[in-house]
């Protein structure tokens, strides 16, 4: 009987999701609900840019499908893989409280899902609403193992804003010919830097600017006078993105699944790992409008990928082979572009952030070159100087242990980490721009896994700063488990008697952008048990040790208290 319970309840909870969809943004459900999902990982043939190859998806969608849920719901994923390869899920901004063993980062909250195995992920959205995403945390899976996680608000509780005529999920990403572990594998192997990515994808398609795809094409369908919500989600694995759409302004209320002031501007920047909504207004001549999507080209030594990824915006009532009027995108390597989005960006209301700083943490990160050790340096020392690229922070390139930090942490396992991640770098100099060029002086890092306590309840403020030892460039750092405010950022080295904070209405965010040769200010409060990853969610960095581990320890009593483990829990 049970085996026919579990798929009943499934099949009736997927009907329910769809049917509630339509309801939600109207505020006519109920929070607190149970949403049940069922993942297959499994491998699918497709067929993109005039090559036919088998990808890693859920359920055989790429993007996988989309989890809906309303604020304060709890979300039941069976996630059964299907693959010869390791697969985690992690979900993506959402802070698990008191969840950490769901959060789903490899070899830091769990040991991967092997082959053929099953891990049922089990937590609550609490408090918390707007666009999430969902993907894959273990090696470059991430490329084609992604979907959109929407959290709408409670009942009778509204947008902040005019509720548009319809919403639309935009997801940018990334895609390859060759097979996205193999290239991982070569990369690290060489000690150079990955290929550049074959296309640009909205919604999976690339576009007519690519080989093999004029009918590759995602399309939304408008009408002239209504205003339409786009949920924009980069989860490309390697490039941050403009987009813009051709004569039609953007409206940004939403980033990081946290309300802002309203800001409009012709081009949005979105990096790996970021959300922004935006409303758009159907304002213009019928025709058909393209949504573009070019790199942000902010590493001066780095290769992109320059062709554009197209979609439409097509009005109803525009002839069906009419061309699509080109969007105008900023210079690829336009900063004040990007900062211009970054200043507007605002929480809705005034927040009461905290004065007093328990742990003030200044962290700089960036690129390194480690000296060749190889025998055969022509294949493993591709690096300039004949070295090997590496990243870290405060010159700590992370290695993933072969146990989860978190089991070992609540099992008190010796020997897997240590806890002496620095709270600062070893030497402050001219961090930008005084860097010296050349190995092995300065530029290599030391590799561990290394963490970071802190106490229940510490407020805590991060200075990050991005370096020039091999290549300044913007860093989109996520922090898992917990969001935090931007206090404030800018150009060149930190200093505190000239660094300019908004303490009135900073924005409150899981992923920041650091400039390039710049600096992030944030400050959170750790309030949150477990072990929660900070890194760099360009994944080729994350490869390279551009990351590490914060440990929040128990507070008092049960509602502060990390809970034991899944029985189901995945072994290494």
């Known amino acids: 009987m049970a085996n026919l319970i579990t798929p009943f309840m499934l099949w009736l909870s997927i009907i329910s999701n769809i049917y509630n969809v339509k309801l939600m943004a109207h ?93 049922t992920y089990n937590f609550s959205v609490v408090k918390q609403k707007g666009t999430f995403f969902w993907h894959a945390h273990v090696s470059w899976l991430r490329g084609t193992v992604y979907g959109a996680m929407i959290v709408y608000p409670k009942t009778g509780v509204t947008y902040p804003f005019k509720i548009p005529y319809q919403e639309h999920i935009i997801m940018l990403g990334e895609y390859w010919l060759q097979d996205l572990q193999q290239i991982e594998n070569a990369t690290l192997a060489s000690g150079g830097a990955p290929p550049t990515a074959d296309a640009y994808t909205i919604n999976g398609q690339p576009g007519p600017n690519y080989n093999c795809s004029t009918n590759d094409v995602y399309q939304i369908n408008v009408i002239p006078g209504k205003t339409y919500l786009l949920r924009l989600i980069n989860a490309g694995l390697n490039t941050e993105n403009f987009f813009a759409i051709a004569n039609h302004k953007l409206t940004i209320v939403e980033a990081d699944a946290e309300y802002t002031k309203p800001f409009t501007t012709n081009t949005a920047m979105i990096g790996p790992g970021q959300t922004l909504n935006v409303l758009v207004s159907a304002d213009q001549p019928v025709g058909k409008y393209s949504m573009a999507v070019a790199p942000y080209k902010s590493g001066r030594i780095v290769k992109y990928q320059n062709v554009s990824a197209i979609a439409c915006f097509n009005y109803i009532g525009a002839a069906s082979d009419s061309l699509f009027l080109p969007a105008k995108l900023p210079k690829l390597d336009d900063k004040l572009a990007v900062k211009t989005v970054m200043d ?54 992370f290695v993933h242990p072969n146990i989860s930090i978190l089991e070992a942490y609540y099992k008190k396992i010796k020997g897997s980490y240590t806890e002496d991640f620095p709270e600062k770098p070893p030497k402050f100099y001219d961090f930008v721009n005084g860097a010296p060029k050349n190995i092995p002086y300065d530029t290599q890092s030391l590799n561990g896994t290394r963490t970071k306590v802190l106490e229940y309840g510490s407020r805590v403020q991060l200075i990050l700063q991005d370096t020039g030892t091999v290549n300044v460039e913007n860093h989109p750092m996520h922090f898992h488990g917990h969001s935090f405010y931007v206090m404030g950022y800018g150009p060149g080295n930190y200093n505190p008697l000239t660094a300019k904070f908004n303490l009135v209405d900073p924005p409150y965010m899981n992923t920041i952008g650091v400039p390039v040769g710049g600096w992030a200010a944030i400050r959170f409060v750790a309030d949150n048990p477990g072990v929660w990853y900070m890194h760099c969610h360009i994944d ?32 290494c």
């Not at 698990?96 to 099953?118: A, E, H, K, N, V």
């Not at 994350?542 to 914060?550: A, D, R």
Request: one cysteine or more; aromatic letters at 8%.
């Open 344 to 397: 507007g960006l605002r929480s809705l209301n005034q927040v009461n952030i905290f004065k007093e700083i328990d742990k003030n943490l200044f962290i700089t990160i960036g690129l390194n070159v480690q000296r060749c050790h190889s025998k055969t340096p022509k294949q493993n020392c591709q690096a300039m100087h004949d070295g090997v690229l590496a990243a870290s922070m405060n010159n700590i390139s």
């Open 27 to 119: 505020g006519s459900t109920k929070g607190e609900s149970t949403r049940f999902y069922d993942f297959k990982v499994q491998t699918k043939r497709v067929t993109k840019l005039c090559n036919t190859k088998d990808i890693v998806t859920i359920n055989g969608m790429f993007p996988g499908p989309v989890v809906y849920a309303q604020e304060d719901d709890r979300i039941i994923v069976k996630v059964t893989n299907k693959t010869p390869f390791n697969v985690t899920i992690h979900w993506h901004g959402v802070k698990q409280r008191l969840s950490c063993w769901y959060d789903g980062p490899s070899f830091i909250t769990q040991c991967p899902i092997q082959s053929g195995q099953s891990f």
């Open 540 to 571: 080729i960095h994350q490869s390279w040790g551009l990351g590490m581990v914060f440990i929040v320890n128990n507070g008092k009593g049960e509602l502060e208290s990390l809970p034991h483990p899944p029985p189901d829990l995945p072994q």
